[in-house]
């Protein structure tokens, strides 16, 4: 062992230790080297600050990842996607959508199209684990030299799962905070984002991320996801797109607005063109494919808007009745397939003939004035420039309304030039005869102006409709004698417009297959939502009338041959202290009639004093019972309508006497079905032509159960139908008879002409149309009653739904118990052999009279029942 005690002349001396004050002991202690101490300092330090900021790290992963949405999986993919209204033959007639998107599966997605979408946005997406740091690196340090020198332009950073997991983001926690950029909120959202991000790619492929994606991206427009952007610009299925489509749609997620090909094609053309060198520069196109994509036009087609477009009324009263019984935000998020009752072709059928039957009702009242009065030669020389830009190169369309200058009025005053845009049509009196100042007590025939120069001047701005010279008038020998005078030939031809202040709405059910297959609820939805058709409480005037006389002959055991003295009635109301005096609509009395004679014609005298017999009380619940929610008057006016009643409603009462007095409900939804094809509600007759086998089973089967409620007889339903037919036969519905087909209706118009109505059925359609102001500012014309103002809106509509359908006579069923007499039409009694005014009557069985009226000279005995006077 080595000796290491210190030599012999260097070990301390010993002193003895007797004065502690006189001797000093020293002890040589080793120095320590200091940087040793400084790194143990600094480990420590170092050990701290890493734990420390493990800490902070954990602790920030914590907070920001706090609340963060779970990653879906895909098979419960289930984001907000739009819900589509379908008519009964398969016409798209409304969407409704937070976000309009229709998932697609990644499989359909073409190829080009991803190709396209990682060229543009993210071309190290299968390389990257969710956050490109390098590129977001980039994209910062050219945002910077952007800010700082004004050159260069911002760049984003994002891939393509970073922007998956900002829609998984909009999709928790709304728009507004998924897109948060400024500030501390911006930082907070931009680390959530990346958080999500790599959880993603942790735990779901590539191909899952971009079927996240390509179903979640904002391409403009309302278009989420590649499907709702092949549709919303190119009315396509994802799968048909070319390669140039593909690559516009895929340059739109960076700036939607920006590169929108509506608004800046010239912009849309150049992201294009970026996509597709990309697109190049990566492998995925040839030279060629490039060159023909790129050198294509864009051409987008505007969004449809088949909502207002199509059939707005009906497809409203469809989202009402959604949103009342599943909510909202099912309607707006949850992907619904809403099959309606709607038959397209009978709904463009109805609206047109509501908007010609309005526009000629309107005319009828008188001119209500120009649009514009341009006084000075400079106003009219503005209205023309800007009527050439907005017209540009097009040329005036037969039929189209469009707004015209006066620019020039012959000598004769008969003839006015009207300039529109560029071009100049020629408006003849004959265009305009109905053009007089409002008068509605004035005849309408008897006052027709016969130039053009007393209703309008030079510097009229006014609404034209073109047309050719059949569409000016039906006289042929009038129209090319005057027409030959004054107007060259090959001249564009209008006739003057103008916009209605009249309403009118129409309900048409199918009353078997409880089907409402048109409906329109007024003029224009755009100017006024107000659908008239459910919303508008409306006096029905004398369509009341089949309900007073089918509750005598229910609740009386009244027949169609029953005598009522149709003679003068006075009502007091000692209560409101006024007199009420009915008269009929000629102001003439007739005696003693039958009840069937009362209704064809429409007699208002007879009608009160039945509604009289069958009391007031009565009468209410009456009609209540047959449908009518409102509450009846309780007084005798009632008897001529003047209680208001719903069309919807309406249109139900006389169902009920279509389907021999059984009520059942009216379905303007047959199907709902959810996002995956589930079966939520069903209403589906069982031979219903354009619904599938396995609907028609099972709807019918439910209908089983649904037999509906009896309100009345079958044969007292069958009576008021057969007197229904007499007034379309030979009363105040006859026009109604150019049908061409057995029809049953009645007519209806208020004292005062606010309202004016028709109501008629054949055995496979029930149809009411009403005419009126919304807010009665002054009567119909003094002669537009319901047979005039309302029945050809009818007759128009009903002459499109049932073409090519033939409709038998109204009989009744075997069985049913009823007999049938040719009745003499003065006296209710049976007609003999010789009778000139013998009418066919339906009794039922026991009521029928028994005897005869004898022939002229002979002696009969009155042995009918006859009303008091």
């Known amino acids: 062992m080595r000796d290491v005690s210190p030599p012999p002349d260097e070990q301390p001396t010993q002193e003895p230790l007797g004065d502690p004050e006189r001797h000093l002991v020293l002890v040589d202690v080793p120095k320590r080297v200091w940087w040793k101490t400084a790194l143990k300092m600094v480990g420590w330090l170092a050990l701290i600050a890493v734990t420390a900021g493990v800490f902070l790290v954990v602790g920030l992963y914590m907070t920001f990842a706090d609340g963060l949405p779970e990653i879906p999986r895909v098979e419960d993919y289930r984001p907000p996607i739009l819900t589509e209204v379908h008519t009964a033959d398969a016409v798209l007639a409304g969407e409704f959508y937070n976000e309009r998107r229709k998932v697609v599966p990644y499989e359909r997605v ?225 992907g619904l397939k809403v099959y309606t009752t709607m038959d397209s072709e009978r709904q463009r059928a109805a609206q047109d003939s509501v908007f010609a039957g309005l526009l000629a009702v309107d005319k009828r009242q008188g001119f209500r004035g120009v649009v514009l009065e341009l006084k000075t030669e400079g106003e009219r020389k503005a209205f023309i420039e800007k009527s050439k830009k907005v017209m540009g190169a097009e040329k005036l369309e037969m039929n189209r309304f469009y707004v015209g200058l006066i620019t020039h009025i012959d000598k004769d005053g008969y003839v006015a030039d009207v300039t529109v845009g560029s071009q100049v049509a020629k408006l003849p009196a004959l265009g305009m005869r109905w053009a007089r100042k409002l008068n509605a007590e004035q005849y309408y025939p008897a006052v027709m102006i016969n130039k053009v120069s007393s209703a309008l001047k030079l510097g009229d701005v006014v609404v034209v409709r073109v047309t050719d010279k059949n569409g000016l008038t039906d006289d042929k ?240 339903a069958y009576i008021t139908t057969d007197l229904m037919r007499g007034v379309v036969k030979e009363g105040t519905g006859a026009p109604a008879s150019r049908l061409g087909k057995p029809a049953a209706g009645k007519t209806g118009t208020t004292n005062d002409s606010f309202d004016a109505w028709f109501t008629g059925f054949t055995r496979d359609l029930v149809t009411t149309a009403w005419v009126g102001y919304d807010l009665n500012p002054h009567p119909l014309g003094r002669y537009e009653t319901g047979g005039r103002a309302a029945l050809p809106i009818w007759l128009n509509y009903m002459r499109a739904a049932l073409d090519g359908r033939s409709q038998t006579e109204f009989e009744p069923p075997p069985g049913l118990g009823m007999v049938k007499l040719r009745i003499d039409n003065k006296t209710g009694r049976m007609a003999s052999s010789g009778s000139k005014g013998a009418v066919e009557m339906w009794f039922k069985k026991g009521t029928e009279p028994k005897d005869v009226q004898p022939e002229k000279g002979s002696v009969g005995v009155d042995q009918f029942m006859q009303i008091p006077n």
């Open 110 to 334: 073409p190829k080009r199209l991803v190709q396209a979408f990682i060229a543009s946005e993210d071309a190290s997406f299968f390389d990257h684990a969710g956050v490109d740091f390098l590129g977001t690196g980039r994209a910062v340090f050219k945002t910077v030299i952007k800010k700082v020198t004004g050159k260069g332009k911002v760049q984003g950073g994002s891939t393509l799962t970073q922007q998956t997991a900002k829609a998984v983001l909009s999709s928790a926690e709304g728009y507004k905070a998924a897109n948060e950029r400024k500030g501390v909120a911006g930082v907070r959202r931009k680390i959530r984002e990346a958080i999500l991000a790599r959880n993603l790619e942790s735990q779901l492929t590539k191909e899952e991320i971009l079927y996240l994606y390509l179903n979640n991206v904002y391409l403009g427009h309302h278009s989420y996801g590649v499907q709702a952007a092949a549709e919303n610009y190119y009315r396509k299925d994802v799968k048909d797109l070319t390669l140039a489509e593909m690559a516009l749609i895929a340059g739109l997620p960076q700036a939607p607005s920006s590169y929108s090909p509506f608004r800046h094609a010239d912009a849309a053309k150049k992201r294009r063109s970026y996509v597709l060198r990309r697109m190049l520069e990566e492998g995925m196109i040839s030279k060629a494919e490039h060159d023909i994509a790129d050198a294509t036009e864009v051409s987008v087609h505007p969004v449809e808007d088949v909502f207002h477009e199509f059939a707005p009324y009906f497809t409203e009263e469809v989202r009402r009745s959604v949103v009342d019984r599943y909510t909202n935000k099912v309607l707006l998020d949850d």
């Open 477 to 716: 020998e009038q129209r090319n004698d005057e027409l030959a005078k004054h107007v060259p030939d090959n001249e564009t031809l209008v006739r003057l417009e103008q916009e209605p202040e009249l309403q009118s709405a129409l309900v048409s059910i199918d009353p078997h297959r409880q089907y409402m297959v048109a409906m329109v609820g007024g003029y224009d939805f755009d100017a006024n939502e107000f659908n008239r058709a459910f919303q508008a409480c409306r006096q029905p005037g004398s369509s009341f009338k089949p309900l007073v006389y089918s509750a005598a002959i229910e609740k009386l055991g009244w027949t169609e041959a029953t005598v009522i003295v149709d003679s003068p009635i006075v009502y007091d109301d000692p209560e409101n202290q006024n007199r009420w005096k009915p008269a009929n609509y000629s102001e003439e009395f007739q005696g003693d009639v039958l009840l069937r004679t009362a209704l064809v014609n429409s007699m208002n005298i007879p009608a009160v004093k039945t509604f009289i017999a069958v009391g007031i009380k009565d009468m209410s619940s009456w009609s209540k019972q047959l449908g009518l929610s409102t509450k009846m008057n309780e007084d005798f006016s009632s008897a001529l309508g003047s209680s208001c009643v719903y069309p919807f409603e309406l249109v139900q009462v006389y169902s009920n006497f279509n389907r021999l007095g059984v009520s059942q409900p009216t379905y303007f939804i047959r199907k709902i079905e959810d996002r995956f094809g589930r079966t939520v509600e069903d209403h589906t007759a069982y031979d219903d032509p354009w619904a599938n086998l396995r609907d028609r089973v099972s709807g019918g089967y439910a209908r089983l159960f649904e037999s509906g409620t009896r309100v009345m007889e079958a044969e007292t």
